[in-house]
């Protein structure tokens, strides 16, 4: 296998059973993790995106696909590149809150390519000029229940630190 930029270990067992549900049922969104949380107040746009860029780069696991090896599942760690933040403005609009739920459903239903990536999409709805619902969709190839619940108290603290003017409050 011939790999550019990228670093190849072994996967775990749990990793393998959902890289071969993923083969049996390809285009699936059963194991997409979605968390969404309601952000009020005025959005830094600059501070979100780094915030997002350093938890990327913080955590080798979300800059993870999934290769074959023989016949076996690996893990594939690519060079940390910037997260591409889909923002959709809905300001204005009746039924902005219907609409913002019916699209964080269909991007939480959207399935994975575990050979491209990335596992990890961003999705940002605009509700009004302080208002908006920003929502983290994950393969469960690559997180859980409980690494989501980190991963947004990461988020909170490197955004609030990026507002402050400080470089990162975490180790």
């Not at 996967?11 to 059973?17: I, Y």
């Not at 019916?102 to 990536?117: H, I, M, N, T, V």
């Amino acid at each position: 296998m011939t790999q550019i930029d990228m670093d190849q270990f072994a996967t775990s067992f749990a990793q393998q059973r959902l890289w071969f549900l993923d083969q049996y049922q390809p285009g699936s969104s059963q194991y997409n993790i979605p968390a969404a949380c309601r952000v009020r107040g005025q959005l830094d746009r600059e501070a979100l995106a780094w915030s997002l860029d350093e938890i990327v780069l913080r955590h080798e696991t979300l800059r993870t696909v999934f290769a074959v090896d023989g016949e076996m599942p690996v893990q594939c760690i690519a060079a940390a590149s910037p997260v591409q933040l889909h923002e959709i403005d809905l300001r204005g609009q009746d039924d902005a809150q219907i609409q913002a739920l019916q699209l964080a459903q269909d991007e939480a239903q959207r399935p994975f390519d575990l050979s491209k990536g990335p596992l990890l999409r961003v999705l940002l709805i605009e509700l009004g000029d302080d208002d908006y619902l920003l929502q983290l969709t994950l393969h469960h190839i690559i997180a859980d229940g409980w690494s989501i619940g980190v991963l947004l108290a990461e988020l909170g603290a490197l955004y609030d630190a990026c507002r402050r003017g400080e470089s990162s409050p975490l180790p």
